[in-house]
Each structure stands twice: as C-alpha cells, then as structure tokens.
C-alpha cells in the first residue's frame, strides 16, 4: 500500500463539507477523488506543531462514532 500511495497520491486536503463536519480527501494522479473520512468537526482537536513561512504542520486526533 505505501508504494502505491508514493507513486499515486497526487494530493491530500481537508475540507469543511458542511459547518458540522470535515473531511479528508486524497486525489490520486489519475485524478480520482477518494473521501477517506467525514467527521463531526466537535469530534477533532487540533494541534499546531510547527509554523514556518511556508508550511504549517498541524496534528489531528479524529474521535467519535462513524
């Protein structure tokens, strides 16, 4: 699986689907969307881990029932 996902991934993003819920989202190269989660956003705590001038790293703990 990690090779796939190195020669595949051609991105991943975070994106509110509604004012209640986030989700995951991995594009493959070929352009296919794959939504790996949705979850209630009072579900997940974030945490900044580092910020530089042009990255920010932010770690996410994802709790609560599917």
Same mark, same amino acid.
């Given at each position: 699986? +990690?090779?796939?996902?190195?020669?595949? @991934?051609? %991105? @991943?993003? &975070?994106?509110?689907?509604? *004012?209640?819920?986030? %989700?995951? @989202? #991995?594009? #493959? !190269?070929? %352009?296919? +969307? #794959?939504?790996?989660? !949705?979850?209630?956003?009072?579900? &997940?705590?974030? +945490?900044?881990?580092?910020?530089?001038? /042009?990255? #920010? *790293? &932010?770690? @996410?703990? &994802?709790? %609560? /029932? *599917?």
């Amino acid at each position: 699986m +990690k090779n796939w996902l190195n020669k595949n @991934l051609s %991105g @991943l993003s &975070i994106y509110m689907v509604n *004012e209640h819920q986030l %989700g995951l @989202l #991995v594009t #493959v !190269r070929n %352009g296919i +969307k #794959v939504v790996l989660l !949705r979850k209630n956003v009072a579900d &997940i705590q974030t +945490k900044v881990i580092a910020v530089s001038q /042009d990255t #920010v *790293e &932010i770690y @996410l703990k &994802i709790t %609560g /029932d *599917e």
